[in-house]
């Protein structure tokens, strides 16, 4: 056991964001053992357990160099929008009243607005306003959602805004997590 135990540190110290998670608290031990199982697989030579993984999980030392990252987001605002559709319209182009998002690319103009038919949800994380030109956050949240094999389809960030673009099938998930971490961990 004491091998797997220095595998498991290992792998930990080679992904900040698997080092977060432990150190504030906010993680399931069984779902971050099996996304490392393959690592500690190659690096024991043999397949190891779930079980012996997250019982590893258990010892692992880390730094909380994350606290001040989650601090900020403790301090921030989470709302959710649906409703939104991703269109790329080209000509001239005046946005309305419904433009959340607009920027050019090639010669046409890529939309992101308010749309009855929309498929999109966005998941608005206002944070505080010392936050802002903070660097890491939003990779940070990135990283954190795709542990869970949450991926979001756009990612914006403005200031003390973090705008989150997702389909509907996966906002619920989405929110949870992000609660998860902003609101219990560091308990």
Partial sequence: MRGINRIVQSVIDQEPIYS????????NYTKLASKISPY????????????????ALSTVKTEDHFKEIVDILKEADMSVDFRYMERLKC???VPGENVLIAYRKN???KV????????????????????AGKPGLTL?????LAVYDL????????????????SYEIVDQVVRYLR???????K
């Fill in 91 to 93: 000509g001239k182009f």
């Fill in 151 to 166: 991926h979001v389809e756009k990612i914006y960030r403005f200031d003390t805004d973090i705008l989150l673009m997702c």
């Fill in 40 to 55: 500690v697989n190659a690096l024991a030579g043999e397949r190891v357990r779930i079980n012996t993984i997250v019982k």
């Fill in 112 to 131: 992101i607005e308010g749309d009855p038919s929309g498929e999109l949800a966005l998941v608005r994380i206002t944070l505080p306003p010392e936050a």
């Fill in 180 to 186: 998860d971490l902003i609101f219990l961990s560091y």
């Fill in 107 to 109: 010669n046409c103009w």
């Fill in 20 to 27: 977060m998670m432990l150190s504030t608290g906010v993680v």
């Fill in 140 to 144: 940070f949240l990135v990283q954190y």
